[in-house]
C-alpha cells in the first residue's frame, strides 16, 4: 500500500498518467519541436543547436528544486504547473501562422521548459513520498514505460496526425497549429483528472520554508552541501553525465535521418511515415522493455542488472548503422529496426532511473533526485548542441558510427560505480 490516506489511491490508478504529463511536455520542447522546424525547413545545424539549448532548464532546475522541498506540498505543484503547460501549449500554437513563428515559438518553447522542469521535481518527490521503497523499486519500470509512452506518442500519433492535417489542408503551418492545439486541451484536461486521482500521501506536508524565512536560506544551501558531500561524488556525476553521451547525440539527428531524402543519406519517409515507425512496433517494443527492465531490477537488485541493462540499452544503437548503409525504403523493415532500439532503451533507462533514486536516498530525497535529473539534462545538452554539426561535416553513416563508439565513456563509469548489493530488490526492501 502507499502512504495515501484515500483508500482508492492505488498505484496504477495515477503512476501512468503522472508519468505520461510528465514525458509530454518534455518530448514537446526536445524532440517534436525538432520535426516541427525540420517540416518548416530549417537546417539539421540550427535545429539540433537551438533545439539542444532548451535543456538549459533541466540542468539549472536544482538551483530551484529546493523552494518545490520547502514551499507548499508536490501534489498541490503538480497541479498549478500542468495548467502552466498546457497554457504555453496553447500559446504556441498561436504563435505558428506569424511571420516570425520561429524566434516566438521558441521563446513559449522555454516558458514551457522552465514549467516542465518544476513539474518534474514536484513529480518525482510526489513518487518517492507516496510509495514505499520496494514499490518504488517495482513500478520504476512502469513510470519510465509511460514517460517513453508520451514520447513515442507524440512522435508517433502526433507526428502522423501533423502529416494528416497537412495533407487535407495543404497547409504545414496549419497542421502544427492543431497539433498543438490539441495538445493543450489534452494536458487540461490531464490536470483536471489528477486534481482527483492524486493520493495524499501523509509525509507530503508544506515545507518549513513557510514557517520561518530566515531558515530559507540555511535549508537551501544545505541541501547542495549534502548531495556534493556524498561520498564518490565524482563517480557518481560521471555516471549521470556520461550514461547517455551516445543517445544524447543520436537522439537530435533520428528523424531527421528518416526524414531527409536518400540523396542526403537519410530515407526519406514522410511525417505520416514517422509517425508509424515510431507509433506502432516501437511503442509495443518500448513498453515490453520499460516493464521488462523495472521487473528485473526488483527481481535481482540494480547491482546484477546494471551491465546487462546497460549493453542492452547502447548495443541497438547499431540498427541506425545498418539503417544508413542498406536505406531500405520499406516501412516495416524501418519500423522493426526502431523497435529493436526502441526496446533496449526501455530497458536500459529503467537502470538508469534506479540509480537516481539510490543517490537521491535521504532527507532530501526531492531535491536531490533533482540534482540528479539536472545533471542528466546536462549531459544531453552539450553533446546534443555539437551534433548536427558533426553530422552535416560526417554524414548520417559515419555520424552513427561515431555514436556507438561514443559508448565507451558510458561503459567506462558503470565500471566504477559502487551499488548496494540489494537494492531494488523486492523482497529486500518489503
Not at 102 to 108: D, G, K, P
Not at 129 to 151: C, I, K, M
Not at 258 to 267: E, F, K, N, P, R
Not at 315 to 335: G, H, I, R
Amino acid at each position: 500500500m502507499t502512504d495515501g490516506t484515500a483508500p482508492t489511491a492505488r498505484p496504477w490508478a495515477w503512476i501512468p498518467s503522472l508519468y505520461f504529463g510528465q514525458g509530454l511536455p518534455y518530448v514537446v520542447v526536445m524532440t517534436l519541436s525538432v520535426i516541427f522546424y525540420k517540416n518548416m525547413g530549417v537546417d539539421n545545424t540550427a535545429i539540433a543547436l537551438y533545439t539542444s539549448w532548451l535543456y538549459l532548464p533541466w540542468v539549472i532546475k536544482p538551483l530551484w528544486s529546493p523552494l518545490v522541498e520547502l514551499f507548499g506540498t508536490k501534489r498541490h505543484w503538480v497541479l498549478a504547473l500542468q495548467f502552466v503547460v498546457g497554457v504555453a501549449l496553447a500559446m504556441v500554437a498561436l504563435t505558428i501562422p506569424g511571420p516570425d513563428y520561429f524566434r516566438m515559438s521558441l521563446a513559449v518553447f522555454w516558458l514551457m521548459a522552465f514549467a516542465s522542469a518544476s513539474h518534474d521535481i514536484a513529480a518525482d518527490g510526489f513518487y518517492l513520498l507516496a510509495l514505499p521503497g520496494h514499490q518504488q523499486a517495482a513500478f520504476v519500470g512502469v513510470r519510465s514505460t509511460f514517460y517513453r509512452l508520451a514520447n513515442i506518442g507524440a512522435q508517433g500519433g502526433l507526428v502522423y496526425l501533423a502529416g494528416v492535417l497537412q495533407e487535407r489542408t495543404g497547409s504545414m503551418q496549419t497542421a502544427w497549429s492543431i497539433v498543438f492545439g490539441v495538445l493543450s486541451l489534452l494536458f487540461v484536461l490531464m490536470a483536471l483528472y489528477h486534481r482527483h486521482a492524486l493520493p495524499r500521501p501523509r509525509a507530503d506536508v508544506p515545507g518549513q520554508g513557510q514557517a520561518q524565512a530566515g531558515a530559507l536560506v540555511r535549508d537551501f544551501v544545505g541541501v547542495f552541501r549534502a548531495f556534493f558531500a556524498r561520498p564518490g561524488i565524482a563517480v557518481v556525476l560521471g555516471f549521470l553525465l556520461l550514461y547517455r553521451f551516445p543517445e544524447a547525440q543520436l537522439l537530435k539527428l533520428a528523424t531527421p535521418f528518416l526524414l531527409d531524402s536518400t540523396a542526403q543519406g537519410g530515407l526519406a519517409l514522410s511525417t505520416k511515415d514517422v509517425g508509424i515507425a515510431y507509433g506502432t512496433v516501437g511503442l509495443t517494443a518500448l513498453t515490453l522493455g520499460g516493464l521488462l527492465g523495472g521487473w528485473v531490477i526488483s527481481k535481482v537488485g540494480l547491482k546484477r542488472a546494471l551491465w546487462p541493462l546497460i549493453l542492452l540499452m547502447h548495443v541497438p544503437n547499431a540498427v541506425f548503422v545498418a539503417l544508413a548503409m542498406y536505406q531500405p525504403q520499406d516501412l516495416w523493415t524501418v519500423s522493426t529496426a526502431l523497435a529493436v532500439e526502441q526496446f533496449g532503451y526501455g530497458l536500459g533507462f529503467t537502470a538508469y532511473l534506479m540509480y537516481m533514486i539510490l543517490v537521491s536516498q535521504g532527507p532530501h530525497k526531492t531535491a536531490h533526485y533533482a540534482i540528479c535529473t539536472g545533471f542528466m539534462a546536462l549531459g544531453m545538452m552539450l553533446p546534443g548542441m555539437w551534433s548536427g554539426w558533426l553530422q552535416q561535416q560526417l554524414g548520417y553513416l559515419p555520424f552513427f558510427g561515431w555514436v556507438l563508439l561514443a559508448t565507451l565513456p558510458s561503459l567506462a563509469m558503470a565500471a566504477l560505480v559502487r551499488i548496494p548489493a540489494d537494492f531494488g530488490k523486492e523482497s529486500a526492501d518489503a
